[in-house]
């Protein structure tokens, strides 16, 4: 195991709905990535952060947000839900500010938008 | 736009054969390649190539980096079953993003 810890495991939402996944990061990690991972196909990034700022961002609309706390763990918000946005989604933290960094993942969240 | 291309989609080799996995990379400002391995949900890691040339050694998988032609390739030799999984490249480059390929879906019959 990683030590990078998800949360929820599962998840089921309503188009429209908003959602906010969790990540705690491994322990001397200072940035956090997140990655949408549809059926099929690898992660896609979403954005990264380290310590606390957003420093750099996919191809993803405004409705994806995030925050990283002064403990390094973060939180991904997806606001009014569509239903592509069903997909794993996996954070990853590693040590500095990803500069091919190693990144350790987590289990991911798997989240269904009915 | 920056991208990954993994060959093949995938693979079925019967046990005790050796396979190598292929992967190209366009990757703006390009900083190192990492290959991945997933079978039910998180990625681990595999490798992390940095140099061209310098061929990465972990037990029976093997995966080297050649910057001259933007590719990378995984060789693992007398496959197992228990190597059945996804295999993952990514490639980081500029503003610190990390491109992954599609993956190459390996399944090994005993």
């Known amino acids: 195991e990683t030590g990078v810890t998800q949360s929820p495991t599962h998840l089921i939402k309503t188009r429209g709905q908003q959602v906010t996944l969790r990540c705690s990061s491994q322990?001397?990690?200072?940035?956090v990535s997140w990655y949408q991972q549809a059926l099929g196909q690898g992660p896609q990034f979403i954005f990264q952060y380290y310590r606390e700022e957003e420093n750099g961002r996919g191809n993803f609309p405004p409705r994806f947000s995030g925050l990283q706390f002064p403990n390094y763990s973060s939180e991904l918000n997806v606001n009014a839900l569509e239903l592509d946005d069903s997909a794993l989604y996996l954070c990853?933290?590693?040590?500095?500010?990803?500069?091919?960094?190693?990144?350790?993942f987590g289990p991911g969240t798997r989240l269904t938008v009915l | 736009e920056d991208k990954v291309v993994q060959s093949p989609l995938s693979l079925v080799v019967h046990e005790g054969d050796t396979v190598t996995l292929n992967c190209s990379y366009e990757?703006?400002?390009?900083?190192?390649l990492l290959w991945y391995k997933q079978e039910k949900k998180a990625p681990t890691f595999l490798f992390m190539l940095t140099s061209s040339g310098i061929e990465k050694k972990s037990g029976r998988l093997s995966s080297i980096l050649d910057k001259k032609e933007l590719s990378s390739i995984l060789n693992i030799t007398a496959t197992q079953t228990g190597d059945s999984a996804i295999y993952l490249c990514a490639a980081s480059g500029r503003d610190d993003k990390i491109i992954f390929g599609k993956g190459t879906r390996l399944h090994i019959l005993p």
């Open positions: 322990s001397g990690h200072n940035t």
């Open positions: 990853a933290s590693s040590q500095q500010s990803g500069h091919g960094d190693t990144q350790y």
């Open positions: 990757v703006t400002n390009f900083r190192s």
